[in-house]
């Protein structure tokens, strides 16, 4: 079947990117769903930063690729061998399709599926095929299994869950990845404990949704970290308790100072190391710093060894919020549906995929927090 999509030929593009058009809205041609696959008819597809990521080169992938992973559409046509889905069904879509057999799925951690993690680089399904052919029948890669910036997805059923069919495909889509992973990093990674404190630096869409679940958790004070006000603003809004712009003078001097030597759990969620380094730096002893963000793989760190011992630090990465989607989604619509999570308000604005281009700008400049482009 034919449908349009947002096809990346190039990374790196200078910006501004309404100028350069990356992303080049085409007409694909989609084969069939394989086995064990699912075609779904992409309803809303939200902008993150890790689609940023690789317009900009900072995740190098294979090229040509269709991007957008963070998604929510209806089954349209079921492959054989699945029995879990029907045609009709409301999903969100996962950005790592796991396998359930490898070593890290059977010890319950799904989101380190090592098929999946290799089909992710690689561009393909989970199964390791690819169903996109661009207009001169060239083969075109998947973004980790999904490429939700189209009419229509073909996408390994593992990389699917089953949603409530009330709630807003707009609203359903940013399960699938800002709150999984936000949400996921403070309940899952952190485990944070009623009366915390607590950091947030990088006020994005995973990282305003990690400020909101330390909020759900319990934490008593809330301090927000991003570099642009506007951002402060709406983590004020939400609930913050303190809000400070990392570029203010001495500004972990005076987090450290009103947290009476640091913050229980700092997360780092702007992909940044120097920020995964201020994180670091404004945990109390004793204390631990969750990084969600995806810095360059070229980047470094840097920390003092002997803090590690000497003040029984722990430093954790989270990835997908370190949980299980299947069991994690439906439990923060929930959540979402009872008003614990208003994730609703974390919305920019809804788009036409035409209008791409430019969104991506606005999400580089700061200026949005999650903008969803609407079939």
Known sequence: MKAKAAVLHEIGLPRPYADSKPLHIEEIDLAPPGRGELLVRIKAAGLCHSDLSVINGDRPRPMPMALGHEAAGIVEEVGEGVGDFQVGDHVALV???????????????????????????????????????????????????????AEFAVVSARSAVKIDETIPFDEAALFGCAVLTGVGAVVNT?????????????????GLNA???????????????????RKLDLARQLGATDVFNAGAPDVEARIKELTGGGVDYA??????????????????????????????????MSIPAVS???????????????????????????????????????????????????????????TAVRQLVMF
């Not at 952190?190 to 995973?206: C, M, P, Q, W």
């Not at 670091?280 to 004793?286: A, E, L, M």
């Open 95 to 149: 950005f790592v399709p796991s396998c359930g057999l490898c070593g890290p799925c059977s010890e319950g951690r799904p989101a380190l599926c090592e098929p999946g993690a290799a089909a992710n680089g690689a561009g393909t399904l989970l199964g390791g095929g690819m169903r996109i052919t661009g207009p001169q029948g060239k083969p075109v890669h998947h973004h980790v299994g999904v490429s939700a910036f």
């Open 267 to 300: 997360f780092e969620m702007a992909g940044s190391a120097p920020a995964l380094e201020m994180a670091y730096r404004i945990t109390r002893r004793g204390g631990t710093t969750v990084s969600s963000g995806l810095a360059n793989p070229t980047k470094m």
């Open 308 to 366: 590690l011992v000497g003040e029984e630090r722990t430093l954790k990465g989270s990835y997908l919020g370190g949980g299980v989607p299947k069991r994690d989604i439906p439990r923060y619509i929930r959540l979402f549906k009872k008003g614990k999570l208003p994730v609703d308000a974390l919305m920019s604005e809804r788009i036409r995929l035409d209008e791409i281009n430019e969104a991506f700008d606005k999400l580089a400049d700061g």
């Open 190 to 206: 952190a485990k944070v404990f009623a009366g915390a404190s607590v950091a947030v630096i990088g006020l994005g869409g995973v």
């Open 211 to 229: 400020m909101l679940g330390c909020i759900m958790a319990g934490a008593d004070r809330v301090v927000a970290i991003d570099m642009i006000d």
